[in-house]
């Protein structure tokens, strides 16, 4: 297990730092975000310390994201939100705070939740020319 000792998050696995835990095992942990952004909001994070998904390898992201269903699964279960989002901010830009990677379960019930993302289409701007060229730069990345 790689912990960085200047990490919230590695302290919260460790137990340095208290938190509600909802999950826990060989590599995950599972805790109650401390802003409840919307009831239930909780925090996935890999018990390794990568910084975000660029750090990630399949391995981490495949046990991590395999814990996703059954947490959001209790989740419903307990609340009965009328669905969930599942965001990871990676970078400073994107709203990243903490630099250990983590999955944001943000549970919605309304409108007016607390959880308000803007999503802005641009349909328009793109020809079907454009969208094959950028999806081909990153298809040659991969
Ligand atoms: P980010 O902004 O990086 O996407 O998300 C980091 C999240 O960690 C924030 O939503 C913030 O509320 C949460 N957070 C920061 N420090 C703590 C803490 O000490 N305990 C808990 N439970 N959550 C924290
Ligand atoms: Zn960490």
Not at 16 to 26: F, G, Q
Not at 108 to 113: A, F, H, K, L
Request: hydrophobic share 35%; charged share 25%.
């Amino acid at each position: 297990m790689s912990a960085n000792e200047d990490c919230i998050f590695c302290k919260i696995i460790d137990g340095e730092i208290p938190s509600a835990k909802v999950y826990e095992d060989e590599d995950v942990y599972a805790f109650l975000d401390i802003s409840q952004v919307t009831k239930g909001h909780t925090l996935v994070i890999p018990k390794a310390h990568v910084k975000n998904i660029y750090q990630t390898d399949e391995d981490i992201a495949s046990q991590l994201f395999a814990r996703v269903p059954k947490i959001c699964q209790a989740i419903e279960k307990s609340f009965k939100p009328k669905g969930i989002n599942i965001l990871s901010n990676t970078g400073e830009l994107a709203g990243q705070s903490v630099f250990h990677l983590h999955l944001h379960l943000i549970p919605r019930y309304d409108q007016t939740d607390g959880f308000n993302p803007k999503w802005v289409t641009h349909n328009d701007d793109y020809s079907s020319e454009d969208l094959a060229e950028i999806a081909n730069l990153i298809s040659q990345n991969i």
